[in-house]
Structures are given as structure tokens and as C-alpha cells.
């Protein structure tokens, strides 16, 4: 945590009691709700999965681990303290900012996915096979793993009691070189990738358009990208701008007083949430994706809630002595 003390009654050590263990609470809650249909979908409704199913459920095992993170932070953010051991802050911040640069990239190549989709929609490219799909989607786990590693020399856990924030955290001068090259390279690339991918979609449909009567069957890719755009811009570029700005702060050749340090670190707090905000929002791209995804889902859910009906039917009957046989439409 940021904080200098559990009694800190500065606006930033506010916000990060009040404010972040609110906000990590409603994100940990409606994310394990929506995230828990989404993995419960793949598992049992989907029988064929294809490229972009693919890095779906590894987006979705991503925003998993970044929730397993929360109750730890919500529980240090409102008691005022980090309570846990030392490894254990370690390994919390490190899964925090895994979830972040593998989500973005993950989100990267849906938006390629789809643009192959529209590009090529009678057969499939070679990174639309799924072994491809696999052995890339490994690779971002591994790439996003090497490159998230330096972070570990940069957290702190002040006196056994503090697990300071990574914009926090470490010597400055070196802490921010890493930050901008990680901005750069997990945030700034992709972000110009998915941009790239998604102008060359609206210069498709634009000529598609021209040769076609109806262009209703390809505007669900386009509709995904550009929500995932939008995502990038509202969501991630805050956090990355004031994770920098926070570090910059604590460095000597920038002479701040300490109410301006006060300040950007508030302004930092309340970005940090909204950053992560992104494991909540996820789980709209299964449903932009289609491919009868929404209707196995729900099929599923409805074939249960009536197997449920009907076994609490027939033991009410049952316990009043009646002898009853339930039968169910779903198959």
C-alpha cells in the first residue's frame, strides 16, 4: 500500500482505504459472477472451438487469476495493513500486473481473429488453425511472464506492513525506465497493433459494402474491435500515464512539495481500479463473439433450472406420500 501508516489521514491514503476496497470488492463479486458463466460455458456448452474461442478462454483464465489477487488487497486496503507474508505480496502484485499486459494482448489478437474472419470468412488462415492458436496463446503466457518478472525487484513490503503499490514502489530512476519500456511494449504496441487491425476492418467493409446489398453479417467482428479499442483507450492509458507521472514524483531531480506528491498519487489510486476494470468488462466480448455462443449458454442454463424444478416437484410430492414422475423439454 501507499499509505505511510494505518492512522494516514491524507486524501490518497483515503482513497486507497475507502475507495479501492470498494471498488475491488464490486470487481471481485461481478467478476467471478460473469467470468463463472463465461468459463462454465466453454467447459460444458462449447463442442467446437475455434481460434477465437481459444484466446477467449485464456482471456478469461487471465481476469481468473487477476480475482484470486483481490481479496488479499481488499482485505490489506481496509484494515490498513498487509497482514499476509512477504511472499505473498510478492506474488499478488506480480499476478495484478500478469492479468493486465496478458489481457491486453489477448485482446490484441481477438481483433486480428476477427479481421482473418471477415478477410478470410470461406476458409481459415494459418493463424486461425487452432494448434496455431494454441501454441501462440502459450506464447503469450510465456512472453507476458519474462516480461512482468523485473517487477519483483521493485515492490516493497515496508516494515512487514506496508505492500506498496508497483508506481510505489523501488528506486525511483530505474522503477520508471521499466515502467515506460513496459508501457511502451505491452501497452502502446499492442494498442497500435489492435488500431491498425481495426482501420484496415472499416476500410474492408467500406469495399465490401460497395459489392454487397447488406453488410449485416460482418459488422458483429467490427462492433468486437471496436469496443476492445475503446476498452484500451477509457481503461488502460490513465493507469499507464499516471503509473509514470506517480514514479516521476518520487524522483530527486523533480523538486515537488508534498501536497502536489499527494495529489498525483490520489489521482494515480483512482486509476488503478479502473485499469483492472477490464476483467469485468471481458466477459461482453464472448457475447459480441456469437458463434451460437449466447444461445448453447443459454440452452445449458435453461436445461438446468428445469432438471432443478423438476427434482424439487417431485420431492414435495414425494414428501406429501404422492408418487410423481417429472419430464423436462430440454435436451
Not at 498487509?82 to 489481457?103: D, G, K, Q, V
Not at 485482446?107 to 488453425?129: A, C, E, G, V
Not at 484500451?232 to 509514470?244: A, E, G, L
Request: hydrophobic share 45%; glycine share 4%; charged share 15%.
Amino acid at each position: 500500500m501507499d499509505q505511510e501508516g494505518p492512522n494516514c489521514s491524507s486524501i490518497d491514503c483515503l482513497l486507497e482505504k475507502y475507495y479501492l476496497s470498494t471498488v475491488y470488492s464490486l470487481e471481485f463479486i461481478f467478476g467471478i459472477i460473469c467470468n463463472g458463466v463465461v468459463m462454465f460455458g466453454y467447459i460444458f456448452c462449447m463442442k467446437k472451438w475455434t481460434s477465437g474461442h481459444i484466446y477467449l478462454f485464456n482471456l478469461c483464465l487471465s481476469d481468473f487469476t487477476f480475482l484470486c489477487t483481490l481479496p488479499l488487497l481488499i482485505e490489506s486496503y481496509t484494515s490498513g495493513r498487509w497482514i499476509f507474508n512477504e511472499s505473498l505480496c510478492y506474488s499478488n502484485r506480480y499476478l495484478l500486473h500478469a492479468n493486465l499486459y496478458t489481457s491486453i494482448l489477448f485482446l490484441t489478437f481477438i481483433s486480428i481473429d476477427r479481421y482473418l474472419i471477415i478477410k478470410f470468412p470461406f476458409k481459415d488462415h494459418i493463424m486461425q488453425k487452432k494448434i496455431v492458436s494454441i501454441i501462440l496463446s502459450i506464447g503469450i503466457w510465456i512472453v507476458v511472464i519474462l516480461e512482468i518478472a523485473p517487477i519483483l525487484f521493485f515492490i516493497e513490503l515496508r516494515d512487514n506492513s506496508q505492500c506498496l503499490s508497483y508506481g510505489s514502489s523501488g528506486l525511483a530512476t530505474y522503477s520508471l525506465v521499466y515502467s515506460i519500456c513496459l508501457t511502451v511494449t505491452g501497452f502502446l504496441i499492442p494498442l497500435c497493433t489492435m488500431c491498425v487491425f481495426y482501420m484496415k476492418m472499416v476500410r474492408f467493409l467500406r469495399n465490401r459494402n460497395e459489392q454487397l446489398t447488406t453488410s449485416f453479417s460482418l459488422e458483429k467482428p467490427l462492433t468486437l474491435v471496436y469496443v476492445a479499442v475503446i476498452v484500451f483507450f477509457v481503461i488502460f492509458t490513465p493507469y499507464h500515464i499516471m503509473r509514470n507521472v506517480r514514479i516521476a514524483s518520487r524522483m530527486e531531480q523533480w523538486k515537488l512539495n508534498n501536497d502536489s506528491k499527494i495529489a498525483i498519487n490520489a489521482i494515480y489510486v483512482v486509476t488503478r481500479p479502473i485499469a483492472f476494470l477490464n476483467s469485468v468488462i471481458n466477459p461482453v466480448f464472448y457475447f459480441l463473439m456469437g458463434d451460437n455462443f449466447r444461445e448453447m449458454l443459454l440452452s445449458k442454463l435453461r436445461h438446468l433450472f428445469a432438471v432443478i424444478k423438476c427434482r424439487c416437484v417431485v420431492y414435495n410430492y414425494k414428501s406429501e406420500g404422492n408418487d410423481s414422475r417429472c419430464y423436462t423439454t430440454y435436451s
